[in-house]
């Protein structure tokens, strides 16, 4: 990601942390991530890295329901909120992860890897793979569709063709050696929320 674009996203979330951190949280992402906790349980994972974790909200959720947790994100701010919240937390860009191979089981990613130039999704998700263990497990959640910036940019598109104005929010398993594009299990319903709306992740 080029520097400017980096760091006027890293001073455009600084400011707006603390009153992001005050939102309740969505109904549409708390079912989320309830989803991936059932997965998680049911694989026996215990080590999550967020990517993106904005002020530690599903982070705080995944910590209390057991999993050793690691906070990235780009943003001081928000990261000295995860570490309010008794999470263990590092300013890290997600392009350029700083962990051991194979460090965790699985890995959860909302609505951070939207904000990546298209181009440099496939390094950024070969990363991911790195740091994750082999048939980890991995959530990607991209808010969007052809009607906003986001998913248009990162082609995040469907193999199996599901309808690009809605929520594309996935959980799959990761294996190794796999290609670096990201697979759908096609449609899933949007969430209550005007089509092309505007509203923030
Ligand atoms: C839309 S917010 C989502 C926060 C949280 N995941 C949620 O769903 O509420 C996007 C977050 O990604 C972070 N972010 C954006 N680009 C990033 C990058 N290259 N590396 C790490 N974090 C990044 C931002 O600082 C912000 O906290």
Redesign the pocket.
């Known amino acids: 990601?080029r520097d400017e674009l980096?760091a006027g996203?890293?001073e455009s979330?600084d400011r707006k942390?603390r009153e992001?951190n005050l939102r309740p949280v969505q109904l549409w992402?708390a079912e989320e991530r309830l989803r991936f906790l059932a997965m998680l349980q049911s694989e026996g994972a215990r080590t999550l890295l967020?990517?993106?974790?904005?002020?530690g909200?599903?982070g705080e959720f995944f910590r209390d329901h057991g999993l050793d947790v690691v906070c990235?994100?780009?943003?001081p701010e928000?990261i000295e909120l995860c570490e309010s919240k008794g999470l263990a937390a590092r300013v890290?860009?997600?392009?350029d992860l700083d962990f051991s191979s194979d460090a965790f089981d699985a890995v959860y990613?909302?609505?951070?890897l939207?904000?990546?130039p298209g181009r440099e999704l496939p390094a950024a998700l070969r990363g991911i793979r790195t740091v994750l263990k082999p048939g980890g497990l991995f959530y990607l959640?991209v808010y969007g569709g052809r009607t906003t910036r986001a998913c248009g940019r990162t082609t995040l598109t469907s193999r199996s063709g599901s309808s690009p104005s809605t929520l594309t929010s996935d959980s799959r398993r990761w294996s190794p050696g796999r290609s670096t594009s990201v697979p759908s299990g096609g449609p899933r319903s949007p969430p209550s929320r005007p089509k092309g709306s505007t509203s923030?992740?």
């Open positions: 990601m980096r996203l890293r979330y942390a992001r992402k967020e990517l993106g974790a904005g002020p909200k599903d990235t994100d780009l943003s928000m890290m860009d997600l392009s990613a909302l609505n951070c939207l904000h990546l959640g923030s992740a």
